[in-house]
């Protein structure tokens, strides 16, 4: 029935808030400093912002960046040859990926070393994929204000046309502005994550273990 | 310029018909091919790139793979299936 449902609602709410009231007070007591969950796990979260609609269409997207790594960065340095900037952009967070990919024109605008080919299988049939050793980063700012960054090496699969799927598609963020796709957030990352998606209040959360994370 | 995917196809060919014999002893470690032979064994593939980018440099073309029994690859199967955005 209705009202024993909205009951058992008020009920849970209440209690949730008593126990809530007693973790504040027992922290209190310790002199603990307060926490947000992550200090005191071995976890740092952070929280993205949507329009639910943009979340809902394009899925959860973080901004993260790619870069040579720091070999060839030697490497073009010792011969006085420019080093790339990094390329900043949009990954696109894809619990249906089994490895984080970079998109292919980002590859080749920081003129990565390709190392390998994989054959890719789907609905279209089997594809050759080149593979990079690239460096991705992924810097966010906690609610306290603190920077942390998530940085390694990889060999990473290339994914064909990215930009031009997105434009096609008039993929846009929540202010309406273009969003760079730069590659795929795959298992390989994401096994080190907790994910929470909010999709009525278009918020997604990611929780990093600590083990991933440089220290600020 | 030298034609990187001919070099690594044919150092796949290289890899694959020793992969039995490295897998003995190198299960799970990068291995760097060039020239048809391993040349080096390696924790992660970072520090295999490394290897040879101070021996070969970045246009000699060779190939880094993890020593391991190929299996099928998709990188996501959302983006496979063309259902990410799909309208």
């Known amino acids: ?216 | 310029m030298i034609d990187t995917n001919a070099v690594i196809e044919n150092e796949k060919k290289a890899f694959n018909a020793r992969l039995a014999e490295m897998l003995k002893e190198h299960g799970g470690e990068f291995v760097v091919f060039k020239g048809g032979e391993p040349v080096g064994f390696f924790p992660d593939a970072s520090a295999a790139y490394g290897f040879a980018m101070d021996k070969y440099g970045p246009d000699a073309g060779f190939l880094i793979r993890e020593v391991a029994e190929g299996r099928l690859q998709v990188a996501s199967l959302t983006w496979h299936l063309g259902v990410s955005h799909a309208r």
């Open chain 1, 1 to 216: 029935m209705p009202g024993s449902k909205r009951d058992a609602d008020k009920r849970q709410a209440a209690h949730r808030e008593k126990q809530r009231l007693k973790r504040k007070e027992a922290t209190k007591k310790s002199g603990a400093a307060p926490t947000n969950g992550a200090a005191a796990s071995s976890w740092v979260k952070f929280e993205y912002q949507y329009d639910p609609a943009v979340l809902q269409g394009f899925g959860p997207h973080v901004v993260a960046e790619w870069a040579v790594p720091d070999h060839f960065a030697a490497f073009l340095a010792a011969n006085n040859s420019p080093v790339p900037q990094a390329i900043v952009g949009h990954m696109l967070v894809d619990t249906g990926a089994s490895s984080t990919s970079i998109a292919e024109e980002v590859a080749k605008e920081l003129g990565l070393t390709q190392i390998d080919t994989v054959t890719t299988y789907g609905a279209h049939g089997g594809q050759t994929s080149r593979v990079y050793l690239a460096k991705f980063r992924l810097s966010v700012r906690d609610e306290h204000g603190q920077i942390h960054t998530v940085e390694q090496e990889l060999a990473t699969m290339a994914i064909h046309d990215m930009q031009g799927l997105y434009d096609a598609m008039g993929v846009r963020q929540s202010d309406g502005s273009p969003v760079r796709p730069v590659g795929l957030l795959g298992r390989d990352f994401l096994r080190h994550t907790r994910l929470t998606y909010h999709g009525t209040e278009g918020r997604f959360q990611i929780a990093v273990s600590k083990v991933l994370v440089r220290q600020p």
